[in-house]
């Protein structure tokens, strides 16, 4: 295990609460909540990030951005202008800064139907005030905000659905306005950042391979295709999903239809520094995108109670 990792702060949504959990050192199994934060009345949550001292929450819905504390007091909020009738397609997504004093939403207006592209906003984390709004040339569904755990830079990869994936980076400026980097992409969907922040990884949307990249240039790394497992493209696929499970170990999760039409999935492990597929790893869950490693030896899933559990590879082993 990798001890030096920070605890992360884990959110779930359920029965108009938001429960955060810690990830400590040395603890497995079904996680207790750390913290839970009532949601205002009527409000449905679309994503959420919650503060490591555990006392503040921000969350996401279809039409807003809301702060609270813990105690459910409205700090501050912010809707989206005008407001939507569209119920689906359209996921805001936010992400709290690596200091804890900026919140970076994701609002995909154009799905949401207010006749105009997407914006990337810059809140002030203690009053909501914006900091800086970039207008996006996207129609996007939703995104994933990704920190970086050294430079704080903040990525952004926003799926178009058919259209592709475009992937972005925002730095925040003390004195000034944030800069952006848009990669020469369209076709490559960021899934994790390495947990000391010297590589990324990314799949295509096509599902034919994933590779790895340099922070922050983008430079490829290198490139694994299906073949490189031992699999057939024709009928195995790439999967969205996977992660660092340590700062050069990542998991690849390949998956296809077997003929009789039932679909399968089999993790596997990557050496990044090496560039090459090393084995699978089992990991016993019935949906490939609700396993999410961690980057410190463990990785999560989810229970039937809705709390997480984590997991290592003893820790497996033994509940296996």
Not at 10 to 37: C, K, M, N, S
Request: glycine share 12%.
């Amino acid at each position: 295990m990798i001890s030096a990792l920070p605890p992360k702060v884990i959110t779930r949504h359920r029965d108009g609460q938001i429960r955060a959990y810690l990830t400590h050192p040395g603890v497995f199994g079904t996680l207790e909540p750390a913290a839970v934060f009532p949601t205002r009345a009527g409000d449905e949550v679309v994503e959420s990030v919650v503060r490591p001292d555990l006392e503040r929450v921000v969350y996401t819905t279809l039409n807003g951005v809301v702060c609270l504390t813990r105690a459910g007091d409205v700090l501050w909020a912010s809707d989206f202008e005008p407001h939507s009738a569209v119920r689906h397609g359209h996921r805001p997504g936010c992400v709290l800064s690596l200091d804890g004093r900026t919140v970076w939403v994701y609002r995909p207006d154009a799905m949401a139907g207010r006749d105009r592209g997407d914006q990337w906003v810059l809140h002030d984390a203690d009053s909501g005030r914006v900091l800086a709004r970039r207008e996006l040339e996207t129609v996007g569904h939703g995104a994933g905000h990704h920190v970086h755990p050294v430079d704080g830079s903040v990525y952004l990869d926003i799926g178009e659905g058919q259209d592709g994936a475009v992937v972005l980076r925002g730095t925040a400026a003390a004195d000034g306005e944030p800069d952006f980097t848009v990669f020469p992409w369209w076709d490559r969907c960021l899934i994790d950042l390495a947990p000391g922040g010297q590589h990324f990884m990314t799949v295509d949307h096509g599902q034919q391979d994933v590779s790895f990249h340099e922070h922050p240039s983008g430079d490829t790394l290198c490139t694994l295709s299906v073949e490189a497992f031992g699999y057939d493209p024709e009928d195995t696929f790439v999967e969205w999903c996977g992660g660092y499970l340590t700062p050069d170990t990542v998991v690849v999760t390949l998956g296809g239809e077997r003929e009789d039409e039932e679909e399968w999935f089999r993790h596997h492990l990557v050496d990044v520094s090496s560039g090459a597929a090393c084995g699978e790893i089992a990991i016993q869950t019935t949906d490939p995108y609700e396993v999410k490693p961690l980057g410190d030896g463990s990785w999560l899933t989810d229970g039937p109670d809705g709390h997480p559990i984590r997991w290592s590879p003893t820790s497996h082993l033994l509940q296996s």
